[in-house]
């Protein structure tokens, strides 16, 4: 007989790479525009900065220093005009490209599980976590605009110089992180709806089980094999290694954290396979496959 067990961890483990290059692609289309405004903002920033100065000025003159901060400032307003409703609308396409396909891959287990053909015509929804993780990037570039804002004052360039300038820029970027972790969040976030979606159609004492990304981080092999029922809570401060981060707050599915890729399928204590326990097996393949720590631990929520 056929090991399904296998089959099943097998074609579960790949959704992850899906993901993955959902999140490479969407995110990048996300945070390009972001990205090149404000490496070219920064470039003609320095430059002013050069000329305004000399060998034996190294600050510019309080005329040009003012000028400077009003080009600056309105470069950063260029920058980032639009960008964060842009990148919130392109989460939400990665959101639901990653919710049809979270339901087709659910689907497909759930018929290799089951024995029988796998639920149809299940609508495709993001789920309300992807919905705040996407609608959350606008309000997150805003604020890394005006930190950035924050931080170009005459003071702060007269005090650190042409270092001080490039912090402005250093703080700017971060708006960059800000859109990549909202879209992967949004896309993870999707993708666990889905599953949840596809059991809510296969009756009482469906559960949903874990499967961690191939060669996932010491938090998220913990989960690996553990379900939880519909509605319900993974447990916090779960780790493999308690020296590396300890997430401490229950979570409904993944993301565990941001750029988590592991996914939850729907699964059933009576649904046998043959071979190991799926359970088992997805426990076994997480333990093999752990990332091993290179950094402190931290706690957090």
């Known amino acids: 007989m056929a090991d399904t067990s296998k089959r099943i961890a097998d074609l579960a483990q790949r959704q992850p790479a899906q993901l993955r290059a959902l999140e490479h692609r969407h995110a990048a289309a996300a945070a390009r525009p ?16 050069m000329m305004a100065t000399t060998p034996h000025q190294a600050i510019p ?7 400077l901060i009003e080009h600056v400032r309105k470069s950063l307003e260029a920058a980032f005009y639009g960008q964060g409703a842009y990148a919130t609308a392109e989460a939400q396409r ?14 497909r287990i759930t018929g290799l599980l089951r024995g029988v053909a796998p639920p149809v015509n299940i609508p495709v929804s993001t789920g309300p976590v992807s919905d705040r993780a996407a609608g959350a990037i606008q309000a997150g570039v805003q604020e890394e605009h005006s930190h950035a804002l924050a ?7 007269t005090a650190f110089g042409l270092a001080g300038l490039k912090s402005v820029f250093t703080r700017a970027r971060r708006a960059v992180s800000r859109i990549t972790a909202g ?10 709806n889905a599953a949840l979606l596809v059991a809510r159609h ?25 379900s939880i029922p519909l509605g ?13 981060t300890v997430f401490l707050t229950s979570i409904p599915g993944p993301p565990r954290h941001p750029h988590c890729r592991c996914v939850v399928v729907p699964w059933h204590p009576r649904w046998t396979t043959s071979g190991t326990p799926l359970p088992t097996l ?20």
């Not at 949903?208 to 094999?225: F, N, Q, R």
């Open 61 to 67: 003159s309080t005329a040009n220093l003012q000028s």
């Open 94 to 107: 990665a959101a639901y490209a990653a919710a049809a396909l979270g339901i087709q891959n659910a689907s």
């Open 183 to 192: 879209i992967a969040t949004a896309i993870t976030s999707a993708a666990a």
């Open 151 to 157: 931080l170009l004052t005459a003071a702060g360039l």
């Open 202 to 226: 296969l009756g009482p004492g469906v559960r949903l089980l874990w499967v961690a990304e191939p060669g996932a981080c010491p938090a998220c092999a913990a989960y690996a094999g553990r």
């Open 282 to 301: 997805l426990q076994r393949l997480a333990r093999a496959g752990t990332r091993r720590p290179t950094v402190p631990a931290q706690r957090t929520a």
């Open 232 to 244: 319900g809570h993974f447990p916090g401060g779960l780790s493999l290694d308690p020296r590396r």
């Open 34 to 49: 972001l990205a090149r405004a404000l490496a070219d903002a920064e470039a003609d920033a320095q430059q002013r900065w």
